[in-house]
């Protein structure tokens, strides 16, 4: 499976990676390439397998067979007999809790990397001054860690990182130990920091906005598996899987698409969908596995059928949850399909809308975005071209 | 080593111990206790100073600090790699090793010294060796009291330095890994500052036990006044012939043994200046 985007061709690509890591409980198998100072997002629910890839590259686990390359030199190879050991790996690591050394101040944190490969400690302070200075860190310098705010913290820990000269830079949840007011701040000074740096960067995030302000593409890992990888807008449009489905606020259904464009989907029910499978070029000729996204500002709810209505899309279903978010109310109902549906307060009031009611759905055969399912690989797209 | 959780200003009910129970316990402390204070008690506390300045008593004191000071050096320069070893790798006989190191917490020291007399004597397995080849000779001398002071009490700093090796932040570790940190480097920046208060706790405990170390002192390295006849040997000596000082020397003994209780027990609470 290739699954490149930006990343380029195989030889302009600055990192590529080949590998399979057995965990008891998971075997993560992936293959993917980062362009030089791309910066892709690793997204994935928890347990998908994202932090031990970044353990992978870096050398902390030990994959049971694979090929990483970075610039075109093996930091491992189990072919060749080809494992370089972490301390030898150059990869900067910016763990999720930060991992600062508690017993060192910050300065000292800093120039760690540059003592340990043996440079003399007077040039070893004078290079973390520079990274210090750039990360507006001076006036911290002798504190310790334990004197640090949350984003303080995270500051020290990428320049740390990032004072060792490393050729590809590891970030894990950087923001998962902020509160969400720091959050904000952080965020687009890590961006920034990110994008002054020129190797391949990868981020491992759950939060699909990190994802989406910090990289250039995006990775979904699911089970161990790369399911969905590209550019962020389209994968926020054409969701591959349920989780990113739900990441990004999208209905997502699959199906199959018979030969009248109608969609049988998987969990029961029925949806008509105009034009039909928009990323095949002839017309198919059987019937083929299918994704439908609809957004849930695209449906509308009624109490009672409606008559003689328009849309070709029309079921019944119960309200199960009603949730109020920022401008707009959002109904989980449970039919054939089910679906969320975003309304406005004001229709949840005129029309009485709570957990337990009835209500008919209907939504409109052009707003129905159909694609084929990447999940089904060969099937019969593209094939017989 | 237990670290009890103190309950001060607890709102719960007190509990009220059963006759049972309490009875036995006033014993034990009974018994703990009453040796202590009769030493207090019978010290001859007006001749205390002359007791002490003693020329002889001076130079055991001396010797004692200067043997345990060395045992506790040579067991720390020793001793706190082979902790390492048994915390951080996995070697053939691992189990084995451990089981040698502690052995010696729980045999008689009488045991251990003649054991050394038997590996280190002049006639020993690898003294006879020592003797010919180098002209070193190991029992009997001063060097022969740290010997046996160290293999009496270096178990007490590698179990206390193993242990906190063992439960020392392996994340930190691997964070320095990946700053290009070699294992060496690892341990001397990482690893030994961050159990340093364990590396101090277990100094004191070999220090102590050096101190008062004995019966193998005795087996391997004899009572020479000036060469080998440090503070516990010079209790005995002199309870033959002059009680008092026997008695005047004890106290300076169960001193230290409570200056090092009350640096061991700071060293267990809280740490006061977050320094970890």
Known sequence: ?385 | MSRSTSTIGSPDRRLRAPVALALPALICLAVLALPLISLLVRTPWSDLAELLSDESARTALRLSLECAAAATGLSLLFGVPLAWMLAKTDFPGRQLVRALVTLPLVLPPVVSGLALLLAFGRRGVFGRYLDQWFGIQLPFTTAGVILAETFVAMPFLIVTVEGALRSADQDLEEAATTLRASRFTIFRRITLPLIGPSLIAGSVLCFGRALGEFGATITFAGNFSGTTQTMPLAVYDALETNPDAAIALSLVLLATAVVILTALHRRWLPAVGGGL
């Open chain 1, 1 to 385: 499976m290739s699954t490149d985007g930006t990343g380029g061709t195989e030889p302009g690509s600055a990192l590529q990676v080949s590998v399979r890591v057995q965990r008891e409980d998971l075997v993560l198998d992936v293959d993917f390439t980062v362009g030089p100072s791309e910066v892709v997002a690793v997204l994935g629910p928890n347990g998908a397998g994202k932090t031990t890839l970044l353990r992978t590259l870096a050398g902390l686990s030990t994959p049971s067979r694979g090929r990483i390359l970075l610039h075109g030199q093996p930091l491992l190879d189990t072919e060749r007999g080809i494992d370089c050991p972490p301390e030898r790996r150059p990869v900067g690591y910016v763990f999720q809790n930060y991992r600062l050394f508690p017993h060192l101040s910050v300065r000292e944190n800093v120039a760690f990397a540059a003592r340990s490969s043996g440079i003399h400690r007077a040039q070893a302070r004078r290079q973390a001054e520079h990274w210090l200075e750039r990360f507006g860190l001076r006036t911290l310098a002798a504190r310790r860690p334990g004197q640090l705010s949350g984003g303080q913290s995270q500051r020290v820990a990428l320049a740390r990182a990032l004072a060792a000269d490393p050729a590809l830079l590891l970030l894990d949840e950087p923001m998962a130990a902020l509160d969400a007011r720091t959050k904000l701040e952080v965020r687009s000074e890590l961006r920034r920091h990110l994008a002054d740096f020129a190797g391949p960067t990868l981020v491992v995030t759950h939060d699909p906005l990190e994802a989406l302000v910090m990289a250039d593409r995006l990775l979904v890992i699911e089970g161990g598996r790369i399911v969905q990888a590209g550019q962020p807008a389209d994968i926020a449009r054409r969701p591959a899987t349920e989780y990113v489905a739900r990441l990004v606020g999208l209905n997502l259904y699959p199906g199959l698409q018979g030969l009248d464009g109608a969609i049988d989907l998987d969990g029961g029910g029925r949806l008509f969908a105009t034009g039909a499978p928009a990323d095949a070029r002839d017309r198919p000729t059987t019937s083929e596995r299918v994704l439908a996204a609809l957004r849930p500002s695209a449906i509308a709810l009624h109490t009672s059928r409606p008559e003689n209505s328009s849309p070709r899309n029309l079921w019944e279903g119960r309200i199960t949850g009603v949730e109020l978010l920022l401008e707009r109310v959002r109904i989980e109902i449970s039919g054939s399909p089910s679906a969320i549906v975003d309304v406005t307060p004001a229709a949840v009031a005129e029309l009485e809308l709570a957990p337990g009611t009835r209500v008919w759905l209907s939504a409109k055969a052009t707003e129905i975005d159909v694609y084929p399912d990447p999940a089904e690989p060969v099937a019969n797209v593209g094939e017989e071209v």
